[in-house]
């Protein structure tokens, strides 16, 4: 074990990594499905007043310093002026396939449906239909999921070609076939069980090997010339 692994295993044993995370809040209560992984366990808020008002589904994927949010306390100003006890405390329910970007906080009383996402920085409360992207503080629709398909796909030689062109120009060389291993349909047929065992972990990702090979079998594309 790495000395800097030793060290978030002893000052965070509850949260050094994802899984001891989602075993520490599952012990508390928390219902929270196969294939969720909190890329920032560390960096990552969960309100464990009432843990077991979270309901986080399967494949679901949580980028940095997340915040979960299943109680309110802004009742203590009306305790203060009137002396009065209030509770405020709501279900945290997210979907299956979900994904969820860095610094947003989800906040009591949310509801994200399956296959949505959540842009970076978003503060959401209520709820969230499934398949549609949303962002922003207070978070707000943006578009449907196939939509935001669209506009990855349209993006992606651009997106892949400026990458490229930025790693020449900060290291004075061709960049390696690591740097595009997100834009691996651009230059590899992944049609072809030859290349399956090369690029496992990326056919793998959100355990569905099986839909990603049908997609690029039935997918008429093409492979662009540039091969990093």
């Given at each position: 074990?790495?000395?800097?692994?030793?060290f978030?295993?002893?000052?965070?044993?509850?949260?050094?990594?994802?899984?001891?995370?989602?075993?520490s809040?599952?012990?508390?209560?928390?219902?929270?499905?196969?294939?969720?992984?909190?890329?920032?366990?560390?960096?990552?808020?969960?309100?464990?007043?009432?843990p077991?008002?979270?309901?986080?589904?399967?494949?679901?994927?949580?980028?940095?310093?997340?915040?979960?949010?299943?109680?309110?306390?802004?009742?203590?100003?009306?305790?203060?002026?009137?002396?009065e006890?209030?509770?405020?405390?709501?279900?945290?329910?997210?979907?299956?396939?979900?994904?969820?970007?860095?610094?947003?906080?989800?906040?009591?009383?949310?509801?994200?449906?399956?296959?949505?996402?959540?842009?970076?920085?978003?503060?959401?409360?209520?709820?969230?239909?499934?398949?549609?992207?949303?962002g922003?503080?207070?978070?707000?629709y943006i578009?449907?999921?196939?939509?935001?398909?669209?506009?990855?796909?349209?993006?992606?030689?651009?997106?892949?070609?400026?990458l490229y062109?930025?790693?020449?120009?900060?290291?004075?060389?061709?960049?390696?076939?690591?740097?595009?291993?997100?834009?691996?349909?651009?230059f590899?047929?992944?049609?072809?069980s030859?290349?399956?065992?090369?690029?496992?972990?990326?056919?793998?990702l959100?355990?569905?090997?099986?839909?990603?090979?049908?997609?690029?079998?039935?997918?008429?594309?093409?492979l662009?010339?540039?091969?990093?």
């Open positions: 074990m790495k000395i800097k692994e030793l978030k295993k002893i000052l965070y044993p509850e949260r050094c990594t994802s899984n001891a995370l989602i075993k809040l599952q012990k508390r209560g928390a219902f929270i499905g196969s294939g969720t992984v909190f890329f920032d366990s560390i960096g990552t808020k969960i309100d464990v007043q009432y077991w008002l979270i309901h986080i589904g399967c494949n679901c994927q949580f980028s940095g310093k997340i915040t979960i949010m299943t109680h309110d306390y802004s009742w203590c100003v009306i305790k203060a002026k009137s002396g006890i209030l509770g405020c405390s709501g279900y945290v329910i997210i979907g299956d396939n979900v994904f969820v970007g860095y610094g947003s906080t989800l906040l009591k009383g949310t509801n994200i449906g399956d296959g949505s996402i959540i842009g970076a920085g978003s503060i959401v409360s209520g709820t969230i239909p499934s398949g549609e992207v949303w922003g503080s207070p978070a707000r578009c449907k999921i196939d939509e935001y398909q669209k506009r990855r796909e349209a993006k992606q030689i651009e997106e892949a070609f400026k062109l930025a790693y020449v120009k900060s290291f004075g060389k061709e960049p390696g076939e690591q740097v595009f291993l997100e834009y691996i349909s651009l590899v047929d992944l049609s072809n030859a290349n399956t065992k090369k690029y496992l972990s990326r056919l793998r959100m355990n569905n090997y099986d839909k990603t090979i049908e997609f690029y079998k039935n997918k008429n594309h093409y662009i010339l540039f091969h990093p």
